[in-house]
Each structure stands twice: as structure tokens, then as C-alpha cells.
């Protein structure tokens, strides 16, 4: 179980938020002084991306394995925003907290209804399919701070998305981006987004499709016939991406590899509960990329649920004249894969079995450890420069996808990417220019990305640094060396594997224990099958009904 941080927008409230939380947060802030002269602006954010999506139509992702994905309408965002550091923090009854944070900026919203055919997610593909009459585009356009009369210069508020009212978009998003990046000396700041503390953890109904992909590795199947075999299957029950993840979980990152003996055998001692990848697990010190966000109190608001042992070390009064080290950096964090800390420390992270999300840095850092050490964390890196955070989707099955290949497969369609650029502890808001317009990623588009940033750092390293205000980006905590998201599901088939054994609870408790599965999840199975004393031993008619879980027609 991981808790991230969730990042709804204040647009988006009523769909994704308790009724009380709304009400919280619906205080009325118009009599407050909130502008960015008390509050200054200190966070540049660009993002694209998928808010949501519903199934019943055919998205083109992918090829022969995904091209049956389907849905039926989805909202896709784009904007371009400028943040302070004032939060609203509201607790609710139970002691978590809902932060609202202020700004200044505008945000695009394409609802797509009405999808007739395979439609492939992206600026250009979709104001073409509308040309075609393969779906119904409505945008609308949400203004925070900007005056509304501004953008009505250059495209109505609301209207239909095709390739005109594209251009138009791009033309006005490019116009207030260079409105937002000259006049922040002194603007009203509103309500834009909110976070709130999100627990993600595993479905145990999903256990079935974990052994489904188990069993198909250890038959010796490719995944492209695994998953053709669960298209199949009269229960039509198993979740492709779920048997995708379990080939990557065994080392077989290709739709087409047959998996190896070793990898037929370790997945067979998984369903037989004697496998799994806590066996090799320790802990070492490791960096761990974080949300620079801190609440009043100095503690980071990613990690704030977690306790008070997760506060950055103070940035020393000398950190200008301190040495300093340039880097690129990029990493991948899963829900599947990731530890926990990894997940909560970053926000948005999806809890799906074919998503991830990428962070690519560009910065100029520095690591503070001389400080007294705060908590658990061992060193805290100080950064400014620019931060990338890529939301990774529906992936083709078998496709192992990083930061260098994101851009190419975006473009071939093997994936739903979206995006997010943020400048970090950089005090020039006219940086907030030089950012993406709408646009579709692709290989030279993220190439053009990277090269900006690259500009970027040499003109912060070539500048007074006291012009800029470092943020903590990075913190060094000792941290699990393997992760297994798996253990539920195997604890879940282990038990039923046992019922069909006729085993007493008494006898395989030990065993269970031995190989770090969950007794309590053990426990339970053996429970919904009416035992719940540990010498109690399975009839005939329950070892049956466990069969039945595993039947595969």
C-alpha cells in the first residue's frame, strides 16, 4: 500500500473529491489580499495531459495486442501556469489535509464524445478526426487571473476543436504566455489546484489475472498468446495489463520472447508461493527525487502524511558561494515497481499495471548534509533548473518504455504520454515564455525540449546565483533495494493452492511465513471458505470450489 499525492483541479472538484472536501475548499478568498506581490511567484508549470477517460470506443494504441483498447470519451488538458507558494491547508476530520494552492495562468480543455473509430490521442490527430466525423471535440477555455477579454482577442471560450480553432489555440496560448511572463510584479492570485493525500493499494480481485499470467509463463507462452488466451476464455475475466506486468516481473520484456527455463520455473514456484522477489530485498542509501513543495511548517507536502521525519535541511546563508555540479537525470517510478517512498514523494503517481511516469532533471544542485540531519533523510539536494515529469499510458504490451524512447513512442502510438515541464527555484518568470505551446510529442519535439534546457543551465550557470532561489528536488534515505507488489496476489493464490491440497491453515501458516507472504490475506481465503480454525481441514466439496478459481476454459 503507497499513498501519492493527487493533484486535482479546482475545474474538476465535484468529480473527484468528497462532498464535504468541496465544501472545505469553496471558501469564499474574493475580500482576501492573495496577489503575488505577498505572495510571490516562485513555480513555472506547462503540462498535457489525459484527466480521463471512458471506455466503450477504440483507441488506436499500439499494435496487434492493444488494438482492441478501448473508449468511448476522454478530457484532455493543456496548460500553461504560474504558482505561488500559498496554500490554503484545510484538515478534514480524520487528520489528513487537502492543500489549495494559488496562481495565475490559463488551462485548455478538449471533451471528446461520440468516438466512431480508432482515434489516435494527440493535438493534430484529433482536430483531423473531427474533420472526418470520427468524434465530436468541444474545447473549453479556463481562465485564472487572465483577463477573459484578452483570450476573446484570439478564440472564443468555448467552441468546437478542429484545425482552425487549433491554430487559434496555439496562437492565443503562445500570446498569454507572453502576458503571464511581463506582467507578474503584481497580479490577483486564484484557487487553481488542489492536493490531497490519495492511498493506492492492491485489489485483491485482481489475484486471478495475476495467476493467469503466471501460469501462461510457466507453460512456456509468449506474451502475445497469453493474451490472445485470455481474449479466449469464456470468463473474459483477466486483466491484459495485469499479465503484461507478470512477463516484466519475470524478466520477459518482449511480446514475442518465449519465456526461458529459469523464468518457466521461478514462475511456477510464484503460484506455488515459494518465489517472489522479497527474498533478495535490502535497504541501502539511495536518492529519491521529491516534490519540492514544503507546507509553513518546512516539511514536504508529498510526504507530510507520513509524519514529521521527512523535512528537507535548511539551504546554508553561504549556498551561493558553495561548489556546484550540473546534471541530467532521469528516472522511472511505477506503482508496481517503486517503493513506497518513491511513490509518495512524487506526486500523480497512477496505481494502473501499465502506466509510469518519467522524471527527467536538468539542474544545477547542491547537496546539504553538513546540517543536522532531518529524520530519515540523510542529505537533501538543493536544485535549480527545470523539471519534466511524463505520465506514461496504455503502453503496447511488451514495449519497456524510458525517457529516450518516450518521444519515438509517442509518435508510433505505443503509448499515451503526457507531459509536464516546471522551472524550479528560478525567480525570471519570463521563463514561462520559452516553454511548449500545444503541441504533439514526438522524438524531435522532445530533442527540441531537451536542447532548451540545456540553454537553460548554461544561462543560470553563467548568472549570479543569489538571483535564484534553490529548491529541494532530491533527498538521500535509506531505501528498499527490491520491490514486490505482487505479495497479495501470491498470498491470495498460495491459498488456494493449498485449498485444493486439503492443507490445514496450522500447516501452511509457517511456510507462508518462510517466503514473506501475508498470513492475514491467507487467513481470509480460508475464511471465505468457512474455515477459521487452524486445524480445521478443507473438504472435498470446498477443495472443488477452489478448483474452480483456477479453471482456465
Known amino acids: 500500500m503507497s499513498t501519492t499525492l493527487k493533484t486535482f483541479g479546482i475545474d474538476a472538484l465535484t468529480g473527484n473529491l468528497k462532498e464535504n472536501d468541496i465544501l472545505l475548499l469553496e471558501g469564499d478568498t474574493e475580500d482576501q489580499d492573495i496577489n503575488s506581490k505577498n505572495y510571490p511567484l516562485s513555480a513555472i508549470q506547462v503540462y498535457q495531459y489525459i484527466s480521463s477517460i471512458k471506455g466503450g470506443g477504440n483507441l488506436a494504441i499500439g499494435g496487434f495486442v492493444k488494438g482492441e483498447s478501448t473508449f ?42 461520440d468516438v466512431q473509430a ?3 490521442i494527440s493535438f493534430g490527430s484529433m482536430a483531423a478526426s473531427t474533420k472526418m466525423g470520427l468524434a465530436k471535440i468541444q474545447y473549453r477555455i479556463d481562465s485564472f487571473g487572465v483577463p477573459e477579454n484578452i483570450i476573446e482577442n484570439y478564440v472564443d471560450l468555448v467552441g468546437d476543436f478542429n484545425f482552425e480553432s487549433y491554430q487559434k489555440i496555439i496562437t492565443c496560448s503562445k500570446a498569454i504566455k507572453d502576458l503571464i511572463g511581463d506582467n507578474t510584479d503584481t497580479v490577483k492570485l486564484f484557487p487553481i489546484d488542489v492536493l490531497t493525500p490519495v492511498t493506492i493499494s492492491p485489489d485483491e480481485e485482481d489475484s486471478r489475472s495475476f495467476y493467469f499470467g503466471a501460469d501462461s509463463i ?12 485470455a481474449r479466449n ?26 519465456p526461458n527455463e529459469t523464468q518457466k520455473k521461478r514462475a511456477k514456484e510464484w503460484i506455488e508461493g515459494t518465489y517472489n522477489k522479497t527474498q533478495s530485498t535490502g535497504f541501502k542509501d ?92 540523510l542529505e537533501t539536494r538543493y536544485g535549480v533548473g527545470v523539471r519534466m515529469k511524463m505520465k506514461v499510458s496504455e503502453m503496447e504490451f511488451g514495449t519497456d518504455i524510458n525517457f529516450a524512447s518516450v518521444g519515438a513512442s509517442a509518435e508510433l502510438g505505443l503509448a499515451n504520454v503526457g ?33 532548451s534546457f540545456k540553454k537553460l543551465l548554461n ?33 491470495v493464490t ?31 481465503v480460508y475464511a471465505d471458505f468457512g474455515i477459521t480454525k487452524e486445524n480445521d481441514k478443507p473438504s472435498f466439496s470446498q477443495k472443488r470450489d477452489a478448483l474452480e478459481w483456477f479453471r482456465i476454459e
Open 286 to 377: 539511495k536518492w529519491v527525487s521529491v516534490e519540492p513543495n514544503v507546507d509553513d511548517n518546512g516539511y514536504f507536502v508529498s510526504l507530510r502524511h507520513l509524519g514529521e521525519e521527512y523535512q528537507p535541511h535548511q539551504l546554508p546563508v553561504d549556498w551561493s558561494t558553495r561548489a556546484k555540479a550540473e546534471y541530467f537525470d532521469s528516472i522511472s517510478i511505477s506503482f508496481q515497481n517503486s517503493s513506497e517512498i518513491q511513490v509518495s514523494a512524487i506526486a500523480d503517481v497512477s496505481s494502473d499495471y501499465n502506466s509510469k511516469t518519467i522524471i527527467f532533471d536538468a539542474m544545477i544542485y547542491w547537496n546539504i548534509y553538513d546540517a543536522e540531519p532531518k529524520g530519515k533523510i
Open 419 to 451: 507531459y509536464e515541464i516546471r522551472a524550479i527555484g528560478i525567480n525570471d518568470k519570463k521563463i514561462i515564455q520559452d516553454l511548449p505551446n500545444p503541441q504533439d510529442l514526438d522524438e524531435s519535439t522532445i530533442s527540441n525540449i531537451i536542447d
Open 118 to 120: 480508432n482515434l489516435d
Open 494 to 524: 498460495f491459498a488456494y493452492q493449498k485449498l485444493c491440497k486439503r492443507k490445514k491453515l496450522k500447516n501452511i501458516l509457517a511456510e507462508a511465513r518462510k517466503n514473506n507472504l501475508f498470513i492475514e490475506k491467507v487467513k481470509e
Open 459 to 491: 544561462k543560470i550557470g553563467n548568472s549570479d546565483l543569489g538571483d535564484f532561489n534553490p529548491q529541494p528536488i532530491a533527498i538521500k534515505i535509506k531505501d528498499q533495494t527490491d520491490v514486490d507488489s505482487t505479495l497479495v496476489h501470491q498470498s
Open 218 to 229: 510457466s507453460g512456456g507462452l509468449n506474451l502475445r498468446d497469453a493474451v490472445l488466451r
Open 233 to 258: 476464455s469464456n470468463s473474459h475475466a483477466e486483466d491484459e495489463d495485469i499479465i503484461s506486468f507478470m512477463y516484466q516481473y519475470f524478466g520477459i520484456d518482449n511480446a514475442y520472447s518465449t
Open 72 to 113: 468511448s470519451s476522454l478530457d484532455y488538458k493543456y496548460a500553461a501556469m504560474l504558482f505561488s507558494d500559498k496554500f490554503d491547508v484545510i484538515t478534514r476530520d480524520d487528520g489528513t489535509q487537502i492543500f489549495k494552492r494559488y496562481g495565475y495562468g490559463i488551462k485548455v480543455t478538449l471533451q471528446v464524445t
